[in-house]
């Protein structure tokens, strides 16, 4: 089967490498025509390391480069089976997109995006065939990350997923489905291991107290540190659409995260974040109490995910170990725990909170 791209960025030249290195003969193209014209050598240099440190032979490079065939328009796609944008992140684009692709592609054609924080519903809306439409939500960088979210908007065909979802797995990712929510599931379950942290730096606590906490708990690195890493400016413009979408306490805008911005301290692009330049010192006395206040609150997440429906407790957690590289799952953290523990831990935080944020540690029914 034949595997379309459109958007030769950073997500689209990844997925399009992704799917090429499966053996999938890849139609690609991009608006601009230095994309285009760039595409083969970009990739051949993403490549290049790899065969240098021995993780990738030449003949496979040169395979994967000749899968991958650089179309002039989008129209030229009309071979593929399934077919993934990768374009400017607004609705107006990827909807005009869908639908000038509608007129010349058969009805079965999968039409799969790789929106991060628009409604597949809403990019769905309008189309011939709103049927063929789903979402494919790789993380980045695509090629390594083996994490895709298979979203289905309420009217997504049955054998459209199974298809996307088996061309995908198929190209070597591990495929979680998710529901049309804000986030989908890992953007959004991730955001209390964040806001928890904030919460405490805003009570004084340190970033180091904090970070060395849930590195000594199992963590590769602390919510801090992990800001620092992604940039706060990022995080920040995550978190006010969660907040946007679903407005509720769970998704606070923590005004610790708004100074770090305007303060231009973004983390590792600019040279100074929470933590950095420095490292987190040695855990403090309570480090554990600090590590299940945290997990105690990405429990919480999912559990009112999982309440939502389209989604289960396996997923979840397979989700967030692969895309956001925790040690264990939200489910696997409760039922270390025990659900009781986690029950009185958020009960206690409830009590202990300020008004505005009282409603953050409420459990789903
Ligand atoms: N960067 C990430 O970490 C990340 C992760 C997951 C999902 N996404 C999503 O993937 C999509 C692409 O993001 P990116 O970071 O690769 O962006 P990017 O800016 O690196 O690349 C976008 C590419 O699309 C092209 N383009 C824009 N409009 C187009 C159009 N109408 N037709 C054809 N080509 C067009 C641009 O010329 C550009 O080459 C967005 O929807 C984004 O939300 C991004």
């Not at 855990?283 to 559990?303: H, K």
């Amino acid at each position: 089967m034949i595997i379309g791209v459109v958007g030769l960025g950073t997500m689209g030249l990844g997925i399009a490498q992704v799917f090429a290195a499966a053996g999938y003969k890849v139609l690609a193209t991009d608006a601009v025509e230095a994309a285009r014209a760039t595409a083969p050598t970009r990739l051949r240099a993403a490549l290049d390391p790899r065969v240098a440190k021995g993780a990738l032979s030449q003949d496979a490079l040169e395979a994967t480069l000749s899968n991958l065939h650089i179309v002039p328009t989008p129209q030229d796609l009309s071979p593929a089976a399934l077919i993934i944008e990768a374009i400017l992140e607004t609705l107006p684009a990827k909807q005009a997109l869908f639908t000038s692709l509608e007129a010349c592609i058969a009805p079965q054609t999968i039409l799969a995006t790789n929106t991060s924080s628009l409604s597949v519903a809403a990019i769905a809306q309008g189309l011939k065939h709103p049927e063929r439409v789903l979402g494919l939500h790789f993380f980045n960088p695509a090629p390594a990350m083996k994490l895709v979210e298979l979203v289905a908007h309420a009217g997504t065909n049955a054998a459209a997923l199974t298809l996307a979802g088996t061309l995908t797995q198929t190209a070597g990712k591990t495929v979680i489905p998710c529901p049309d929510r804000p986030g989908f599931i890992v953007n959004r379950c991730a955001r209390p291991f964040y806001g928890e942290a904030l919460a405490l730096l805003e009570e004084g606590r340190t970033p180091s107290d904090i970070d060395s906490s849930m590195l000594a708990a199992g963590y590769k690195i602390g919510p801090l540190s992990l800001i620092d890493l992604i940039g706060a400016d990022i995080n920040l413009a995550a978190t006010q659409g969660l907040q946007t979408a679903l407005n509720h306490p769970r998704y606070h805008v923590f005004d610790a995260l708004k100074a770090q911005v305007a303060a231009g301290h973004l983390g590792r692009k600019s040279g100074q974040g929470f933590l950095l330049p420095a490292q987190p010192g040695p855990p403090p006395p309570d480090a554990a109490v600090i590590a299940l206040r945290i997990e105690a609150t990405l429990a919480n997440e999912a559990a009112w995910l999982l309440a939502e429906g389209g989604v289960s407790a396996e997923g979840i957690d397979q989700a967030l170990k692969l895309g956001l590289n925790l040690p264990r799952g939200p489910f696997e953290i409760t039922a270390q725990h025990t659900a009781d523990k986690i029950t009185a831990t958020l009960a206690e935080l409830g009590s202990k909170a300020p008004a505005h944020l009282k409603s953050r540690y409420l459990q789903p029914a």
